[in-house]
């Protein structure tokens, strides 16, 4: 049976590719060829793992059982390669609640280093190389046992998750971006900051709770198509400002180390949860003078990530995340 585990309401199912064949989805051997073939396994491993059994879906719930599905690791001892599947069937270069979740999985198969290890992330995307490694180490905080994900230094800007066409705007004497689409959705989201931490991210910097969208409100027509237009690549979506898609995610000051967040996943939609979005936002928060660095607690409706940042000479040199998963009943 596939196990689903839950990361702050972040749901994947995680597979082998081994289990992925027995099933008559035929995966290649290696992450790499895995990654390049995608469009010819992917979708069907979705259906086949992630899909509602007929007659269970529950009334509002959205359309797939899971967030996505992890597969992997395609070896048997670290470093682990894995791939991170959307339920749309495309691949994510990075994901932090996924890569939490497959760290505890790694963890209950007896898989992870006492010390932690390396996991390497195979997708398909031209404008970062493949695979994208972050280094996984098991620690307690506050009593509470999980892994801290290290993410590396973060980009900023349009350049950073190749961005076309957004204006300049000055914010707290800090150079963010106008992303027309948005702010056409809704004229309170007129600020934004492109912000990397493997994946990309478009933060929008709202001074109100009022300008917070709910996943509710992201999930009805018209407001979820003209989200899905901004985030999702073409076909699905118009690829702008960004042909590959991007992450969306809004953040409210609450105070000197704390954000409200929400957020909307390309090739996923609203979600409870994601721990890079979290990263991204506590990154943007950070750039635009809100935060300083040290610790960050980003909120969203599926639970608080805890976020370090590390400054030195005036730049965040690294992003860590801290998360927990548990194995779903």
């Known amino acids: ?15 082998t590719p081994e289990s992925l064949r027995d099933q008559g989805v035929e995966v290649p051997a290696t992450a790499a060829d895995a990654a390049q073939t995608y469009a010819a396994w992917a979708s069907a491993a979705i259906e086949a793992l992630c899909s509602w059994a007929p007659g269970s879906q529950p009334s509002g719930s959205k359309s797939h059982r899971s ?7 395609f070896q048997a001892a670290p470093p682990y390669d894995l791939l991170i599947v959307n339920t749309d069937g495309t691949l994510a270069e990075r994901s932090g609640n996924g890569l939490t979740i497959f760290s505890q999985y790694l963890t209950d198969q007896g898989l992870m280093p006492d010390g932690g290890c390396p996991l390497r992330v195979h997708h398909d995307k031209v404008d ?16 509470v046992r999980g892994f801290w994900l290290d993410l590396g230094q973060p980009g900023f800007g349009p350049d950073a998750v190749s961005a076309e066409g957004a204006e300049t705007l000055w914010f707290n004497e800090r150079e963010v971006n106008h992303v027309q689409r948005l702010s056409r959705l809704n004229p309170a ?15 929008t910097l709202v001074e109100s709770a009022d300008a917070l969208p709910s996943n509710r409100q992201m999930s009805d027509s018209p407001l979820a198509e003209g989200l899905t237009s901004v985030a999702f690549a073409q076909p699905t979506g118009a690829g702008e400002p960004c042909p590959a898609g991007i992450n969306l995610q809004w953040a409210l000051r609450e105070s000197d180390s704390r954000i409200i967040a929400r957020v909307f996943e390309r090739g996923e939609g609203p979600t409870a949860s994601s721990g890079t979005s979290a990263s991204a936002v506590a990154c943007a928060a950070w750039r635009v003078g809100w935060v ?18 590390e400054e030195q000479g005036g730049e965040l040199r690294r992003v860590s995340l801290f998360g927990t998963a548990r194995l779903m009943d």
């Open 1 to 15: 049976m596939t196990p689903f585990y839950d990361a702050r309401g972040n749901i994947y199912a995680v597979t």
């Open 67 to 73: 967030d996505g599905l992890l597969v992997g690791p």
């Open 128 to 143: 970062v190389p493949s695979p994208g490694q972050i280094t996984v180490v098991p620690a307690t905080v506050e009593e």
């Open 189 to 203: 989201w007129q600020r934004s900051q492109f912000v990397r931490v493997g994946n990309p991210h478009c933060v």
């Open 292 to 309: 300083k660095s040290g610790a960050v607690q980003v909120v969203m409706p599926g639970g608080t990530a805890p976020i370090l940042l």
